[in-house]
């Protein structure tokens, strides 16, 4: 008789045994020969020497993938524990394929594009990404979702989110209240997509300690961020300086995702974006990546496809009509 205690303490208990213990029943079921008790964040189980082993390792590789996506569905659950009807899960499958992260409520948070796969896949074998594309391509909720995933791996020990503070053709005028109030209007989207992505609780806790940071762009000057995963959304309104800024902010063992919209460039007229010379002067440099997304890879409303065709179809005759233009123009002064 074999007896051995294994530790739930780096998983939620509750979601490895399951509402009303739906979960530990399964356990049990797979294992009827074994005496396995839950009680608080540990397992208790007993039995013969090969059946006591054999359940271990299924536990564990449940732990292990608890630990990676922080929710497991029962199905999932039953088979990594070898369910003789559904099928043991293979290794890619318990890799979640192209699922990034699991969210409050079993929330499956995926790559569901081809170039936001390709986004992650260049991510992964870079430490400095560029996503670059029109509005609803989920540039910024795939860069939140590979964050969290790297945060929830281990794999960093920090996430930091970072926007230029830039008017979207607007002019806000004076900002009442403290500094973060005066600021979490420009860096909503970012909370938006941790709400879809962390528990609140959790969420909660991991601001608090600065596990989890949001600032503006301005607020990077001067630190060297290490151990972290570090996004600059709407790095379109950054100017060169300021990307320059940013980018030599990374420290040892950091990722960085920088993802932007050229066509939509709110600076005024007198500043020049940075992300086009970034483009222009980093492409080919070895551990930075870049990936452009485009009409195809819209995820809201259907009509934002359209609208996208329409402003770019416009936004080429325009610049027809301005070379044409320039070069009636320039034969008037040859003539």
């Not at 600076?267 to 492409?283: Q, T, V, Y």
């Not at 027809?320 to 320039?326: G, L, N, P, S």
Request: zero cysteines.
């Amino acid at each position: 008789m074999t007896e051995i205690i294994i530790n739930l303490e780096t998983v939620n208990p509750i979601e490895f045994v399951g509402v009303n213990n739906s979960k530990f029943d399964i356990l049990k079921k797979r294992f009827p020969s074994l005496k396995i008790l839950s009680r608080g964040a540990q397992l208790k189980i007993s039995g013969q020497s090969e059946d006591v082993d054999n359940a271990s390792i299924k536990i564990n590789q449940v732990i292990k993938y608890l630990e990676r996506n922080g929710h497991i569905s029962e199905n999932y659950f039953a088979r990594i524990l070898g369910d003789e009807e559904l099928g043991s899960l293979s290794a890619e499958e318990q890799s979640s394929g192209d699922v990034l992260v699991f969210g409050p409520n079993g929330k499956v948070i995926r790559a569901k594009t081809a170039n936001q796969k390709l986004m992650t896949s260049i991510s992964d074998k870079n430490d400095i990404t560029f996503a670059i594309g029109p509005a609803g391509t989920g540039k910024t909720y795939t860069a939140v979702a590979l964050a969290v995933r790297a945060l929830k791996n281990k794999a960093v020990r920090k996430i930091i989110l970072t926007r230029p503070a830039v008017e979207a053709g607007e002019n806000l005028g004076f900002l009442p209240g403290d500094l973060k109030e005066k600021i979490d209007p420009y860096l909503r989207p970012l909370y938006d997509a941790l709400d879809d992505m962390i528990p609140v609780d959790k969420l909660t806790y991991y601001m608090t300690n600065r596990v989890i940071e949001i600032a503006p762009l301005a607020y990077m000057r001067g630190r060297t961020l290490d151990n972290a995963f570090i996004i600059l959304d709407e790095a379109q309104n950054s100017t060169d300086l300021q990307l320059k800024m940013f980018l030599t902010r990374i420290g040892s063992n950091a990722k960085a995702i920088i993802t932007g919209d050229k066509t939509q460039i709110d600076l005024p007229k007198n500043m020049k974006s940075g992300l086009e010379k970034a483009e222009r002067i980093l492409s080919g440099i070895d551990g930075i990546g870049f990936i452009k997304l485009d009409e195809s890879d819209v995820v809201r409303h259907k009509l934002v496809k359209q609208i996208i065709r329409a402003y770019d179809k416009a936004q080429a005759k325009e610049e027809q009509d301005e070379e044409e233009v320039k070069e009636l123009r320039r034969k008037q002064r040859v003539e």
